[in-house]
């Protein structure tokens, strides 16, 4: 498979690019395990949209589409479900409470007429995939004459970015509604990361959106450079999605939401953190209040000693502080810059070893040691005791006795 290079061979490589690392991303995104599950999802779907829209505009511009002909019209539907993926993506940031109804599935009615108005494409099977692939290899306004069954067809490409540019105006609106109501957190670094999210994400959907009134295609733009301003304009969508992509890679954080928590139900709750004089008497500062928090729940497990149980998880914690479990995970890796498994191993292990040192006399056994300390089962012991520390726990308690 061979792409042509074209003179605007430079714009190519940059979408190529792009693909490659959204799709990095979204398998960053799914490999998230204690994340927001709706923010994981709901990210994913943005991005994996972003990225086979890329990947068919390179297929399409280099002739490669005639060897995937399903990809001429067959992701149609999936394109209509990033419009509301994006506004809901930032409400669920912003509002952790935020639960989907039935009603919300009315967001999906242009995916479900984009399928219905595509069933004649889909029942038509590879020859009638092939014939469009084809067509469209030879001239791209084909895109915009396949004879589908409802005006969402003969409209598409105004309709999907009449939608994309109404759910960005609505999220946007969302997002400054919160920052009115909520001054006093405006510095979070996830109400940033949703400015950057939201600007990245209007260049994309404004800029598909001229190429749809406007005299040209982009598709024929990428094949010819004589239109230098749009070829600019395309490359410099294709920088943006790849700076996102990077960005989301390089911080898989932002998948735990805004970490907004309520201190005063946490402290008045005696079920939960014993030494909240940490940040009882501190400012209104939410950042100082979450990096004290997270000191604190430290503190708690491991003076309560609730590692030793071999089944003690996040969601247990969770229960255990009152708190929701990403955001545990959230002030965690945001201040301690450990996940919280990592922080349960590492209590472990200062557990078996004290208990290492205090059982020269061979009172228990390493593996029972093991158990004492929260570790279910004797490898599991082994691994992670030689991880931290680099040795087993044998060469351990050798070096004790030695000294």
């Known amino acids: 498979m061979i792409f042509i290079i074209s003179p605007s061979y430079f714009v190519q490589s940059l979408l190529i690019l792009a693909v490659l690392v959204t799709f990095l991303a979204c398998g960053s995104i799914l490999s998230e395990k204690n994340s927001n599950p709706k923010l994981k999802w709901l990210l994913f779907i943005i991005l994996s949209e972003i990225g086979l829209h890329f990947l068919v505009i390179l297929f399409i511009s280099t002739g490669v589409i005639k060897d995937f002909p399903f ?22 940031n912003l509002n952790e409470n935020y639960k989907f109804t039935q009603k919300d599935l009315l967001h999906l009615i242009p995916m479900a007429l984009s399928f219905i108005d ?47 540019i109404s759910y960005m105006i609505f999220a946007w609106r969302y997002y400054f509604e919160f920052l009115k109501n909520n001054s006093e957190i405006k510095d979070q670094f996830v109400l940033k990361w949703l400015r950057l999210f939201l600007i990245t994400m209007s260049i994309f959907v404004v800029t598909l959106a001229l190429s749809s009134v406007s005299n040209f295609h982009y ?111 959230f002030i965690l890796n945001n201040y301690i810059k450990k996940s919280f498994p990592d922080i349960i191993c590492e209590m472990r ?31 599991t012991f082994y691994v992670s005791f030689k991880k931290i520390t680099g040795i087993t726990p044998n060469e351990y308690l050798q070096n004790i006795k030695s000294t």
């Not at 149609?76 to 506004?87: E, G």
């Not at 067509?135 to 396949?146: C, G, V």
């Not at 920088?239 to 390089?250: E, Q, V």
């Not at 497990?301 to 969601?315: G, P, R, T, V």
């Open 349 to 379: 292990i200062d557990h078996a070893i004290q208990l290492l040192k205090d059982n020269r006399n061979k009172k228990y056994t390493n593996e029972a040691i093991g158990n004492i300390s929260g570790f279910n089962s004797r490898t």
């Open 219 to 329: 598709l024929d733009i990428i094949l010819d450079n004589s239109n230098v301003s749009v070829l600019i304009t395309i490359g410099f969508i294709g920088l943006s999605i790849l700076a996102l992509s990077g960005y989301i890679l390089f911080n898989p954080i932002l998948l735990y939401g805004l970490p907004r928590i309520n201190y005063k139900t946490i402290i008045d709750n005696s079920n939960t953190l014993a030494n909240f004089k940490l940040f009882k008497n501190e400012t209104n500062n939410n950042e100082n209040k979450e990096q004290n928090l997270a000191i604190s729940i430290i503190s708690e497990i491991k003076e309560k000693q609730l590692y030793i149980n071999c089944d003690f998880s996040i969601a247990m914690a969770a229960k255990h502080f009152s708190i929701p479990s990403h955001h545990i995970s």
């Open 71 to 92: 990809f001429v019209r067959g992701l149609y539907p999936y394109y209509y479900v990033i419009q509301p993926a994006i506004y809901f993506y930032v409400v669920v």
């Open 118 to 164: 595509n069933w004649g494409f889909y029942s038509g099977g590879p020859e009638h995939w092939q014939y469009w692939a084809n067509s469209i290899s030879n001239n791209f306004a084909f895109l915009t004459k396949y004879p589908g069954k409802l005006i969402l067809s003969k409209f598409h490409f105004i309709s999907f970015d009449l939608l994309k």
